[in-house]
């Protein structure tokens, strides 16, 4: 279980959070939706370890992980799939895989994990030998996201994974998702795609200007006014 | 901004206070203190190896005339300041020595390009000023304080071997030369005294060509010269390109009649870095460890015994020389004014390591022709046919595989 | 910045008067020559670097091939004193036209080079400076490995020294006039824009070719007169000595150990890099001497990343918040 | 035409620039992945070359033979370098800037420091192959410098199996293509780059040797070998681990045709003038950075 308390953020002197608390159950699917620049990336960010807290803490399974180390944070099994893919453009999509694997406890079980994902996408098995930067969009997003897997994740964070996709493809995606979170996969999911986001969480946050707003079920969240207004544009 | 800014005068006021402070107290020199002899030498960078050389035998004839109750009973100190191999700095270093610690004499710097930068100097500071000189140009611009005592003259360097190759008989001598220079003051100096003799003797040019330094290989130079059929190789370079030289003409079993290297060879490092490959090497030389003058006893005696050397090698003697003609004139003048120290020197003959030297108007001893070659490791002079010490080995032996 | 405190200007103003007027009259209270000649050649850093900073500090192209415009400028004087005709006058104002003439080497080796970016720039600069060197010692017009000697400039040794220390001190205030005002500029602003992400500034209606253009013949003109100067004072100029490699590299990091973001930066590292390598020269011996060289430009680096000016400022901030 | 000529220079010119290539290939790594420009990456490598000297002359161990403890000590002790000295500049806000200027503080400490241990005097290494040739048709192969190629060939050969094909060696390439992602599957920068600067200066021992087989050396030989460096690593590409072996070679190319066909006067300022044309032309080096 991952929670966050109270958790402050600052960019030089810019606040990006101001004091975020939430948390996600062992095996649930949470949701975390909000505008541009309410600093969700901040918060996949802050944990992962990417960049320094100022206030608050985050703890994993009970125990503190506030300022540890990205790597030291992945071996944890709290794995993001950062916005934007990141993919290693250069490196071929095995390697992309393999080095979802870095960590040596999913290293151990590299070859198991590979054949695994490769038979949850397949495009990806055809085009193994293929650069990452050759890819398409679509292909590119289920490559992050095998990569992201083949870390055999105990938390997976992934960070707007439709993110430029056509409608069909990013449907995909969210269909996959949700496959991997009824597989038992403990899923935080960070999207603008308030709608199809929300359809397969249970729970969800929005979070506004670097403080959440407001919190619960899905069903909840959907019903809100507010966020019918801003962000489903009904 | 505006605080910086005074911060940074300040600063530099303080620097300047500072060295101006030093100054004044080392221009408080007194009488019967030592004698101090000043000057830069590239003690760091490219060309520290020979400065080494030249700075260990300036120091061992201080030394020697400290022993014997000094310069005009005066002990003599040395205050050597490092050039860092750049000529700029020598020039600024010989100012500091002249007119900051108002030096009583000033020593010879290495190498050529600073020496002719130095000069001037001293000229216009009226100091005299024995040095190795930067070859023929720099004593043909009305120089009046500088002497090459004996200078290192690329004009005369190969003079011996080719007196030595015009005593053998026309048959014997090589037919066709290969002339490989490097591109620098002192290649330059080399060519027109091998243009010269090499029409004379009727040895036709076959190559000529000038490198650039570094020279990146040096197996096509020596191919072209075996396939043009050189029975004669100038190697006109230092040491880094020397012995790439050798190698490959080892290598490709390139057997001329003659191989003559330039400046690297003189070194001691050629004999003891390239071993029996660097044997049979003409090269002349302006100063040699066993010429038949007073003193070179001594100094094979020290160097063997501090060094481990056969003898001394050339830069160490230069150091030595320039201070001991330097000194000559001092004691001929008898006193420090260096208008005396040169008049004395311009008419008097001296007496050095490397034979009795009279100077003309330009500063420079009767043309010096020593020719050397290294056989079984060890350097022997073959001209001047008085002071040889071995008959030259010629033509050169194939190599030993 | 925008409100000046009236004082301040007061004491700035007073701070130069007073600086100039030691360093004008310093050659003349009859010092050992030694003291003009170093105060010459620290002039001669301080105006490389401060040009240098011009393309390298303020636009961020580094140039490592400025001693390229420093010899093609000594070269150029040499030539032209010889065929004007040499005497002391013709001496120094020939400096001015080797300027313009390294200044135009720049423009045309400016303009292919200048669209390399960061080290490429920084490589190119310096194959440049190595193809110039070579050339001149192949080229038997201007004395090819020979190297040239200068006639001109029949003076007592003091007055020689005095009149070139002048002319440099004359020089050196000009470059950074030049250069403070360039700072505060919007030729200036375009050049920072252009360090900061040359797109964006291209964007901004910055035209950054002929900014940097610009900004790279100004910084060869200087070095170019520079050397022009030291033509008269060397009297004997040689390829390794004006185009020597490690005099750009020196002028980079006096900058740069300054700090290239200002216009004192360069100044500041020029005058103490000086200073400290003349002390440690005079007062260590050789090899430790260099390591101690050495170990100055770690230290530096360490605890002042970006130069010494950056530092004091950044300490100056924290010190007082106000 | 002169053939044997043109193919002699050829060969010499290949051979000198591989031997470059592989001085080159850790410095365009600690360039390309860590955004450090090592200006004492040279220096380093002459440091192995007075070591192997040192080795052969008193034990008369061969010096390629002596890259075998030579190498992990030049790791260990840039590993010292990287924690100590590096590390604290990565912070700076301009990395390459201030990178150079450290490195250049340590060229010029190690130069010297190799000049109060070992002297200014020059040296020369002599094995048993020295001189030795081999004869091929009308051409000679000698003994030193096919070593040196070969060492080159392989040096360059394992640093590039290392990229590909292990999972350190695959961290080192993503850390360098993409740091954050890197970091969010468990590569620890600090290592990656620790063990990064450590290959590289390794590397440099072996090109370092290489090159006394090549070339007689002193303690400020660097300068020059890192001016060479400078070209081969540019032209092939800023962390293009074959780009520079290409590079090293054309460079190689470059000179032996212009010893063939020019005056040697000519040569260096060809090769440098040529440089400067391909970089004009190509700014990024002929080969774009792709590790």
Known sequence: ?234 | MRRDFVKGVLVFLLLVGFSAAFCLQSAGAQEKKPIIIGGSLPLTGEFAETAKWIKLGMEYWGQEVNKKGGLLGRPVEFKIYDDESNANKAVTFAEKAITVDKVDLLFGGYPGTAARAVMPVAEKHKYVYVSMGGHMKSFEQGYTYCFGGPPLMGEWWYEGFFLWLNSLPPEQRPKRAALYTMNNPIGASLMSSLYTWLKKLGIEIVIDEKYNLPLPDATPLVVKAKQMNCDILFSNGFFDDGVMTIRAAKALDYNPKAIVQGIGSVIPAWIKELGPDGDYVFSGTSLYNKLKYPGNDQLNAYVKEKFNLPGYPVYFGFGYCWMQVLAQGVEGAGGLDQTKIRDWLKSHEVHSIAGPMKFDAKGLPAPINFCTQIQNGKVELIWPKDQATAEPIYPKPAWKK | MASVCPTKTAKKVVGIALLSAILLVFPWLGPPVYFISFLYTVFMFVCMASAWNLIGGYAGYLSFGHAAFFGTGAYAAAMLTKAVGPGTASNLLCSIPSGLVAAVIALVVGYPCLKLRGPYFAVITLCFAFVVQLSVQNLGVLGGPDGLWIKGMDLPVETGRSILYESMLLLMAITILVVERIEHSKFGAGLRAIKQDEEVAQTMAVNAPRLKMGAFALSAFFPGVAGGLHASYLTYIHPTIVFDVNMSILIVLMALFGGGASWLGPVVGAVLLSFINELLSTFVKAELARIIYGSLFIVVIIFMPNGIMEFIRKRKQTGSPH | MNTVLLVQSLIGGIIMGSVYALLGVGFSLTWGVMRVIHISHAAFGLIAAFVAYGCLQRWGIDPIASLVFMVPLLFCCACFVYRFLILPVTKAREVIVSSMILTFGIAIIVENIMLLIWGPDPRLITTWYTSRVFIVGPFYFQYAPVAGFVMAVAGVGVIHLFLKKTYTGKAVRAAWQQSDAAQLYGVNLTRISMITFGLAVGSAGAGGVGLALLYSFEPHAHNLWLIYLFLVVIVGGVGNVLGTAAAGVLIGIITGLSLAFLPYQWVNPLTFGLLMAVLAVRPHGLFRSEV
């Open chain 1, 1 to 234: 279980m991952l929670a966050v308390e109270r958790l402050v953020v600052k960019y030089d002197e810019l606040t990006a959070l101001r004091g975020v608390s939430l948390t996600v159950e062992s095996g649930a699917l949470v949701a975390m939706i909000g505008s541009n620049g309410a600093g969700k990336t901040t918060l996949l960010n802050a944990v992962s370890g990417l960049i320094p807290t100022r206030e608050g803490t985050i703890s994993w399974e009970g125990s503190l992980i506030t300022g540890l180390t990205p790597d030291a944070v992945c071996r944890l099994g709290i794995v993001q799939a950062p916005e934007g893919r990141k993919l290693f453009a250069k490196m071929t999509v095995e390697e992309n895989l393999q080095m979802g694997a870095y960590s040596p406890g999913p290293r151990a079980r590299v070859a198991e994990s590979m054949k695994r994902v490769l038979e949850l996408f397949p495009r990806l098995a055809e085009r193994r030998r293929q650069t990452a930067e050759s890819l398409s969009g679509g292909e590119q997003q289920m490559l992050a996201l095998g990569r992201a897997l083949m870390a055999t994740p105990g938390l997976l964070m992934l960070d707007e994974p439709s993110l430029g996709l056509a409608p069909i493809m990013a449907a995909q995606i969210f269909e996959i998702i949700g496959d991997l979170n009824r597989a038992g996969t403990t899923i935080l999911l960070v999207s603008q795609e308030v709608l199809q986001t929300l359809s397969i969480a249970r729970d969800g946050y929005l979070l506004e200007n670097g403080e959440i707003t407001l919190a619960g079920p899905s069903e909840r969240l959907l019903a809100d006014q507010r966020v019918k207004k801003s962000y489903l544009g009904l």
